[in-house]
């Protein structure tokens, strides 16, 4: 008689999550029905069904999500995180205007590693209640960035900001560099921090300055994060002083290659579309404040056409004036179908891939978040569909783009570590977040 081999003790692991629906993201286009995530030390370990998974793990945590959707966490490929303390300061004015009239000189005259830290806490406060785990940012004081979103947990990709004209923070473009760099490396170890290269824009950025970046970014393999083709303004202000449209200006500069993270790219004609779907590229929709500021709407049907990589991001709270990914979503899908007369267009999984596994490899974490995949980091977005005001509900993934909003965002994780339970903040109290606002507020109108 052959004895039987006794069946494998289950594996312990740190969490077990078992939610009603899985949207992975990879493979693109699946919604995934009484499946399991196991996570340990902060990165997923596998996703398959939930006998299997009872059968195969020993939770020390296991959670039940018997009416939610589980997807990875959102990556917002483009904001200023600070800005949040500047909500609501300077409403419907043109660009320019906004920029020279308003936001320049406030930013002169408050702009603070105080600022800077109790800005960025705020936004990330919001952003991680609305499903965000990860943010492109693009502002002064680093550290002080930095030191926010280590706060909360949030996962952070650091611009180093540059431009010619003196602030508060740095003397000229040299300076900018030299500070951002040395960030840099005092945060290398890290793991939720990352960096990028970040020259504002074309108007604001030297061609010197700019060879510097790409140079920078070649040795150092950072993506390049720049406001580019936003209005017909700069365009024009651009053809009338180097004789060419900003892009061609960038491309000749060396600075298109997939680092590149072109934000709004709202006025681009085919050419330059092709242009940086050859260069592997990446666009930085940002469809809210685009309409807010009166932009205009981005090719996104032509983009998407031509196999360009888009994501999704706010802009800062100044100019849209939520860090809402969710209503990013929402009016991605919507503008491009109304733009392109197509409803086909940007569809619900498609939408969903542009605001996590998109901007993900947009900042070069795709191997990292981004997607449900095995070996990657578990930052992870529990969304509750339950509520009657959302049934019934025909298509998880329809419903995220097009119904539910981050009130219904009940569980965040990064790195495995929940971050958002039940809809509240674990790191912070928001009776702090009302204190802070409330004092730069006092500032600010003072």
């Not at 296991?62 to 589980?70: I, Q, W």
């Not at 806490?121 to 979103?149: I, K, S, W």
């Not at 040795?219 to 720049?226: A, F, K, R």
């Not at 004609?269 to 592997?280: F, K, P, S």
Request: aromatic share 4%; charged share 20%.
């Amino acid at each position: 008689m052959i004895a039987t081999p006794p069946a494998a003790a289950p594996q312990p692991i740190d969490l077990l999550i078992e939610p009603r629906w899985t949207i992975p993201i990879e493979p693109a286009g699946v919604v995934l029905e009484r499946h399991a995530l196991a996570v340990d030390q902060g990165r997923i370990v596998a996703l398959l069904p939930s006998d299997d998974a009872h059968a195969r793990y020993a939770p020390r945590q296991y959670m039940k999500m018997a009416e939610h959707v589980l997807l990875p966490g959102l990556v917002n490929l483009h904001t200023h995180a600070a800005m949040a303390l500047m909500r609501g300061y300077a409403d419907d004015l043109p660009l320019k205007d906004w920029l020279q009239e308003k936001i320049w000189p406030a930013e002169a005259k408050h702009v603070s590693p105080d600022f800077v830290h109790d800005g960025t806490l705020l936004a990330c406060a919001e952003m991680l209640r609305g499903g965000v785990t990860c943010c492109n940012d693009m502002y002064f004081h680093p550290q002080a960035a930095a030191a926010a979103a280590l706060r909360l947990g949030m996962r952070i990709a650091i611009g180093i900001t540059v431009i010619e004209f003196p602030t508060g923070y740095a003397a000229d473009a040299e300076d900018y560099l030299t500070k951002g760099l040395a960030a840099r490396d005092q945060l290398r170890d890290e793991s939720l921090i990352s960096f990028c290269l970040a020259p504002h824009a074309p108007y604001t950025v030297a061609d010197k300055t700019f060879e510097r970046v790409a140079t920078l970014a070649a040795q150092l393999d950072l993506p390049i994060h720049i406001h580019i083709h936003e209005t017909q303004h700069e365009i024009a202000e651009s053809l009338q002083q180097h004789g060419m449209r900003p892009l061609e200006r960038l491309r000749r500069l060396g600075l298109l290659d997939p680092r590149l993270i072109a934000v709004h790219a709202v006025h681009l004609d085919a050419d330059e579309i092709g242009l940086l779907g050859e260069h592997g590229c990446s666009v930085a929709h940002c469809p809210t404040s685009n309409m807010k500021l009166a932009s205009g709407i981005a090719p996104v049907a032509e983009m998407l056409a031509a196999g360009l990589r888009v994501g999704l991001g706010s802009d800062g709270a100044a100019s849209n004036n939520r860090l809402d990914l969710f209503r990013e979503m929402r009016h991605a899908a919507l503008l491009a179908k109304t733009a392109s007369g197509d409803a086909t267009v940007a569809n619900a999984h498609q939408v969903l891939r542009m605001a996590t596994l998109n901007g993900a490899a947009a900042l070069g974490l795709d191997a990292r978040i981004g997607s449900l995949a095995t070996g990657k980091q578990a930052d992870l977005c529990a969304v509750r569909l339950d509520d009657w005001q959302l049934q019934p509900c025909y298509e998880p993934a329809s419903h995220l783009v097009y119904a539910a909003g981050r009130e219904h965002v009940s569980h965040v994780w990064t790195d495995g570590k929940l971050r958002i339970y039940d809809g509240m903040l674990m790191n912070l109290d928001p009776p702090e977040l009302l204190d802070i606002t409330r004092m730069w507020h006092n500032i600010i109108c003072s």
